[in-house]
């Protein structure tokens, strides 16, 4: 329908939709948080499958199903775009549930961190570091090869990063103990023989980039730390821009625009939900924003 701006309403009602996100727990609240803060205006609606989680251990089929059963909630619930801010549900999903959500785009974050890695490696060589699902799908291999044919990649799975950080274990010695009883076989073990090892290290997991510190102490100078959070919200902005689907980018542009709002579905108890989202997005959940839903 044409309204008298000349502007199609159902464009203009489109853009004041929630951008949808979904993740495993609350890790994806990384990605949420980039995206709060290129995306100011932008309300958000922010599925956690906490009942569930973790993804990152069970098989391809089970998270394909999981996947298009969170994506069918937020679907339903209204959203103007969604994105998949977990890489084992990407790395498993992304072209099912673009399917299953034909009206509107489905961002993942595989290709952005991809993209992030090969713009940071100087040397071609990157590790890739993972749940064991994102890791046996070589999805994040397939995405630099494909923008960066020479590359030489070393892909590890890290799954017990993926509990340290749910129980908020972020630094000191257990952490970095951890971090190196993983790392050391790609940074410290091949430069003790005097041999190359990667300039970049992609934190391929929602919950590795709160474990930066750690991480980065172990593997060293010289070593780039990417994730996929940053690329992912400049992907979702220029995606809503292109499309005309930005908040405030309509009819009323230079009227006063209310900020964003964001709002919370979770699959488990909400005080656990609240308390470890709040560790993720850096900023106070309030119980009122959070509702427990089944998938
Ligand atoms: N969100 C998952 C990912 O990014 C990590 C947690 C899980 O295994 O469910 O791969």
């Given at each position: 329908?044409?309204?008298?701006?000349?502007?199609?309403?159902?464009?203009?009602h489109?853009?004041?939709?929630?951008?949808?996100l979904?993740?495993?727990?609350?890790?994806?609240?990384?990605?949420?948080?980039?995206?709060?803060?290129?995306?100011?205006?932008?309300?958000?609606?922010?599925?956690?499958?906490?009942?569930?989680?973790?993804?990152?251990?069970?098989?391809v089929?089970?998270?394909?199903?999981?996947a298009?059963?969170?994506?069918?909630?937020?679907?339903?619930?209204?959203?103007?775009?969604?994105?998949?801010?977990?890489?084992?549900?990407t790395?498993?999903?992304?072209?099912?549930?673009?399917?299953a959500?034909?009206?509107?785009?489905?961002?993942?974050?595989?290709?952005?961190?991809?993209?992030?890695?090969?713009?940071?490696?100087?040397?071609?060589?990157?590790?890739?570091?993972?749940?064991?699902?994102?890791?046996?799908?070589?999805?994040?291999?397939?995405?630099?090869?494909?923008?960066?044919?020479?590359a030489?990649?070393?892909?590890?799975?890290?799954?017990?990063?993926?509990?340290?950080?749910?129980?908020?274990l972020?630094?000191?010695?257990?952490?970095?103990?951890?971090?190196?009883?993983?790392?050391?076989?790609?940074?410290?073990?091949?430069?003790?023989?005097?041999l190359?090892?990667?300039?970049?290290?992609?934190?391929?997991?929602?919950?590795?980039?709160?474990?930066?510190?750690?991480?980065?102490?172990?593997?060293?100078?010289?070593?780039?730390?990417?994730?996929?959070?940053?690329?992912?919200?400049?992907?979702?902005?220029?995606?809503?821009?292109?499309k005309?689907?930005?908040?405030?980018?309509?009819?009323?542009?230079?009227?006063?625009?209310?900020?964003g709002?964001?709002?919370?579905?979770?699959?488990d108890?909400?005080?656990?939900?609240?308390?470890?989202?709040?560790?993720?997005?850096?900023?106070?959940?309030?119980?009122?924003?959070?509702?427990?839903?089944?998938?």
């Open positions: 329908m044409i309204n008298s701006h000349g502007i199609s309403s159902s464009l203009s489109l853009r004041e939709l929630p951008i949808g979904f993740d495993s727990g609350v890790g994806g609240m990384t990605v949420l948080r980039a995206m709060r803060e290129q995306l100011p205006n932008e309300s958000f609606l922010y599925l956690g499958d906490t009942a569930r989680m973790p993804y990152g251990t069970k098989s089929e089970t998270v394909q199903k999981y298009l059963e969170a994506a069918a909630k937020l679907m339903e619930r209204g959203i103007k775009l969604l994105v998949i801010a977990c890489n084992t549900a790395a498993a999903a992304l072209p099912l549930v673009r399917e959500c034909p009206g509107i785009d489905v961002v993942g974050v595989v290709e952005p961190g991809a993209e992030a890695a090969c713009r940071a490696t100087r040397s071609g060589h990157i590790a890739v570091i993972a749940t064991s699902g994102t890791i046996r799908g070589r999805a994040y291999e397939e995405a630099i090869l494909r923008r960066m044919p020479d030489r990649i070393s892909a590890l799975a890290c799954p017990l990063f993926v509990s340290m950080v749910e129980d908020g972020l630094s000191g010695p257990l952490a970095e103990g951890l971090a190196a009883r993983y790392l050391d076989a790609i940074f410290h073990d091949p430069r003790e023989q005097g190359e090892v990667p300039d970049t290290l992609v934190l391929a997991c929602t919950h590795f980039p709160l474990l930066r510190k750690a991480i980065a102490h172990v593997v060293g100078e010289g070593v780039t730390l990417v994730d996929s959070a940053g690329n992912t919200a400049r992907e979702v902005r220029q995606l809503l821009r292109e005309h689907l930005a908040r405030g980018s309509g009819p009323s542009v230079g009227m006063p625009l209310c900020p709002s964001v709002r919370f579905l979770t699959t108890d909400v005080p656990r939900f609240t308390r470890m989202g709040e560790l993720f997005l850096g900023i106070p959940i309030a119980p009122c924003t959070v509702e427990q839903v089944t998938l």
